[in-house]
């Protein structure tokens, strides 16, 4: 009996953001709502982070809702029709339903038809990880178009009372619509885990365990920061320039170092280890936006482009990282 061969498959040659939408949440945050229950200070909060405010999510603004309004911006910037797209990705950690998927709920709404659809849990590296699985499956002919969401809740998740962690983190959503391209806009990504140092930003409590409490709680997000912040700022510096070089490309030729939006003094001392020229242009949303872990790359790239910084067919590093701990880094054509 002879053995007959499956069938390949291919897809398009090179993949490409063809589009960009964000969605912010209407209730801004100054830092001095937030000192009284840490004690601490504006001054001290912005010479530690960088942040002088945040966006809170209200009830009405859930995980779906924020992912469903990026979308529809990202979908009509890009001039496709939901019914295009193919493959839905969500990237978050703070959709509290175990299952289904947020990402299925999301398609739905938009009207999408059919695609496949998933979340990606890694955190503050989820939404770069989505990129690069979406492009790979454009590249591979398993998808078409596919839609990228990096939102998050981390609102649901604080201690208001937790200095280290209270001031940090907002809420927020950014989308990309990843599809063909006759010239490649999506760079080879760097990406990995240390698992041994999984304990530095992690949920407090095991679910279980406080679902049996006799008070039961959200589980808290707390982070060890100064270890984190040690690792972030030298590691992640040499996997961006790692991710440049895949790229076939030097520093000289970026335009733009959109980096996950953790703290600006991590932000300062990357750029400062991959010795970026003068004219590369740097994000900053942390300023206004507060970490919003796998929402903070698509929040970040937006504000440059509506702020004049980012022009189409620009060169960007991006390098995300966080919780697991996961990272990764590719450098992308702005759309």
Request: proline share 5%; charged share 20%.
């Amino acid at each position: 009996m002879s053995a007959r061969p499956l069938a390949a498959q291919t897809g398009a040659a090179h993949a490409a953001i063809l589009g960009l939408g964000a969605y912010r949440p209407a209730r801004v945050v100054p830092n001095a709502e937030v000192v009284e229950a840490i004690d601490s200070s504006d001054e001290w909060i912005q010479q530690r982070s960088g942040i002088k405010e945040r966006r809170f999510a209200s009830p009405e603004e859930t995980v779906q809702m924020m992912s469903v309004a990026a979308s529809r911006r990202a979908l009509e910037h890009a001039g496709i029709d939901p019914r295009q797209v193919d493959g839905v990705i969500v990237a978050t950690v703070s959709h509290f339903m175990q299952l289904p998927a947020v990402a299925p709920l999301v398609a739905t709404e938009l009207g999408c038809e059919q695609p496949v659809a998933f979340d990606v849990s890694a955190a503050c590296a989820g939404f770069c990880h989505g990129v690069a699985l979406a492009a790979d499956m454009v590249r591979a002919g398993s998808a078409r178009h596919v839609l990228v969401v990096g939102v998050e809740r981390l609102t649901d998740m604080l201690d208001r009372t937790d200095r280290g962690t209270a001031f940090i983190f907002g809420d927020g959503a950014g989308a990309v619509v990843v599809g063909p391209s006759e010239t490649p806009g999506i760079g080879p990504v760097v990406w990995g885990s240390d698992g041994e140092q999984y304990d530095l930003i992690r949920s407090r409590d095991d679910w279980r365990d406080v679902m049996a409490a006799e008070t039961p709680v959200t589980p808290h997000l707390v982070m060890q920061g100064s270890a984190v912040f040690r690792w972030a700022s030298f590691t992640m510096a040499k996997i961006g320039l790692q991710a440049i070089d895949r790229a076939g490309l030097t520093v000289d030729d970026l335009d733009l170092f959109v980096p996950h939006q953790a703290n600006m003094r991590i932000t300062d001392a990357m750029a400062r280890a991959m010795k970026l020229p003068a004219g590369v242009r740097i994000a900053r949303d942390i300023a206004e936006q507060g970490n919003t872990s796998a929402a903070s790359i698509p929040l970040a790239l937006q504000r440059m482009v509506d702020d004049g910084e980012a022009r189409s067919g620009d060169r960007a590093l991006l390098i995300a990282f966080g919780a697991g701990l996961a990272y990764a880094a590719q450098v992308v054509v702005v759309p």
